[in-house]
């Protein structure tokens, strides 16, 4: 039988371009690492032969422009002139490009090119990407606020109490040191937030171990839903011994790049919350094997957004729209321009209501770029 004629006609690359795009923040974020005012992403518009455009974005955070030349320079060579649609074969070609670099920037700048692939993929199906990665029914995810900064106590408890003004339900809560001054902060946000708010923390490696221990003591006696990144991401035997001593969940998977990065923490159990970013952790195609990995393990997934933009913030609902594991999506609600302005200018992009997001039903990511927008953004 000559089958020819059901195969997917080959929607070849033509040209991949990226945008380095930088904006203020709405307002600063501060974590235990410091006060940020700005940030960066970069957006990666894939074109087909046939007329496709599929759009990615790479987390960047700071100096986007070396991000679009490791993607202009070193990826796009390997891409132009191949199927769009053979993703997998696509994200092991990029891979290959960066022999002796197990993660970093270059994981990045493919997680950018993978999520416009999956673009394209949508569009040529006619189907949302949620559910080519199989549907999991949902037509909308839970979000939680993020976050409440590391300012003083005063600060902090009008940001929580602004919040829970409007709606939400779950809170994350930025936490660092000294530890008598996070547990006094632990207590303080459990005492406005009362019993019916869930509340989390992000310490951003703030602590040692011992210093965890101590904090993780705290969490647990105030019912916090999960204590994450307490520590460096390479300690993980700190995260094993940790998870053993304290009575909270713990919560890891922004800072790792790829499945072998997470593994360990994931199949020892020793995390009940993995938190991949997609625009850095490989794209779709990546965050998916983690998510699954995940599952199989019975580790949940809570998709991490932060300081990114509409691209990222709607792949991951797209994720979490199809993975059964999933839990709840970060949500940065006001200080992010790649999430606010932009995303008013693009129709279709999601946007939080009432706890929620919901998943887009038009092929694809299912949103189209404002690219005057992306222009006016475009990094000095
Ligand atoms: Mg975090």
Redesign the pocket.
């Known amino acids: 039988m000559n089958t020819a004629a059901h195969l997917p006609k080959a929607h070849r690359i033509a040209d991949v371009i990226a945008h380095p795009i930088t904006a203020k923040l709405t307002r600063p974020t501060s974590?235990s690492w410091g006060t940020y005012t700005e940030v960066s992403i970069v957006i990666v518009e894939v074109r087909t032969e046939t007329g496709i455009v599929g759009v990615g974005e790479t987390l960047a955070r700071f100096g986007p422009k070396a991000y679009a030349e490791v993607i202009e320079r070193l990826l796009k060579p390997r891409l132009v002139g191949q199927n769009a649609c053979n993703i997998a074969a696509l994200w092991e070609s990029m891979r290959k490009a960066l022999s002796g670099r197990s993660g970093g920037m270059l994981i990045e700048a493919i997680a950018g090119v993978d999520i416009a692939l999956w673009d394209i993929l949508g569009k040529v199906a006619g189907l949302p990407i949620s559910t080519l990665l199989g549907g999991a029914g949902r037509t909308e995810v839970p979000c939680y606020a993020?976050?409440v900064n590391w300012v003083d106590e005063g600060e902090a408890t009008e940001e929580l109490q602004t919040y829970m003004e409007r709606g939400f339900t779950r809170v994350?809560v930025k936490l660092a040191g000294p530890v008598p001054e996070a547990v006094k902060r632990v207590e303080a946000m459990r005492a406005v937030a009362g019993d019916g708010i869930s509340l989390c923390v992000?310490c951003?490696w703030a602590f040692k171990l011992d210093e965890a221990i101590r904090v993780g003591h705290a969490l647990a006696a105030n019912g916090y839903a999960w204590f994450?990144?307490p520590l460096k991401p390479e300690d993980e035997d700190g995260y094993e011994t940790l998870s053993k001593r304290v009575d909270v969940p713990l919560a890891a998977g922004?800072s790792n790049y790829t499945l072998d990065q997470a593994k360990r923490l994931v199949s020892s159990r020793t995390l009940s919350v993995l938190?991949p970013d997609v625009a850095r952790s490989g794209g779709i195609s990546e965050t998916r094997r983690m998510v699954e990995f995940a599952r199989a393990h019975d580790v949940e997934y809570a998709a991490?957004i932060?300081m990114s933009g509409i691209i990222c913030e709607t792949a991951s609902v797209h994720l979490a729209a199809a993975m059964p594991n999933a839990r709840e999506m970060?949500c940065e609600t006001d200080f992010g321009p790649f999430k606010t302005e932009l995303a008013d200018l693009s129709p279709g992009c999601v946007r939080m209501k009432d706890g929620m997001l919901s998943v887009p039903a038009k092929p694809g990511l299912g949103l189209e770029l404002d690219w005057d927008a992306v222009a006016r953004m475009r990094s000095a």
């Open positions: 974590t993020a976050s994350k992000d951003n994450e990144e922004e938190q991490h932060g970060e």
